[in-house]
Nanobody, 124 residues
Framework: QVQLVESGGGLVQAGDSLRLSCAASGRTFSNYAMGWFRQTPGKEREFVAAISRGGVSTNCADSVKGRFTISRDNAKNTVYLQMNSLKPEDTAVYYC?????????????????WGRGTQVTVSS
């Protein structure tokens, strides 16, 4: 099973940018489709973006379309989430997840492995 560690979160102001990274280890990274999700206290974990194994195909939630971009570097075993024009409502813990058998999933139960998350806080 692959292990995932997120980094890059922090406290920023509205309109700023952040790039999250998720480093994978333990298995062949390119065998896994990857996704980013986020969660705030008392709410369900929600889909943000997903990318196929080779990085050719992506999709993202309507709430982040045009602002967030998912990408991956299979040589570095890392998936990224570039977040631009951040809004206070983007404040959440962001998790990356790996999917061994499907691709571009939007549901949490489609993913096999999760990282521990990184906090993103956007002040107004």
């Amino acid at each position: 099973q692959v292990q995932l560690v997120e980094s890059g979160g922090g406290l920023v102001q509205a309109g700023d940018s952040l790039r999250l990274s998720c480093a994978a280890s333990g298995r062949t990274f390119s065998n896994y489709a990857m996704g980013w999700f986020r969660q705030t206290p008392g709410k369900e974990r929600e889909f943000v973006a997903a990318i196929s194994r080779g990085g050719v195909s992506t999709n993202c939630a309507d709430s982040v379309k045009g602002r967030f971009t998912i990408s991956r570097d299979n040589a570095k075993n890392t998936v990224y989430l570039q977040m631009n024009s951040l809004k206070p409502e983007d404040t959440a813990v962001y998790y990356c997840a790996a999917d061994r058998w499907r691709t571009l999933g939007r549901a949490t139960n489609e993913y096999d492995t999760w990282g521990r998350g990184t906090q993103v806080t956007v002040s107004s």
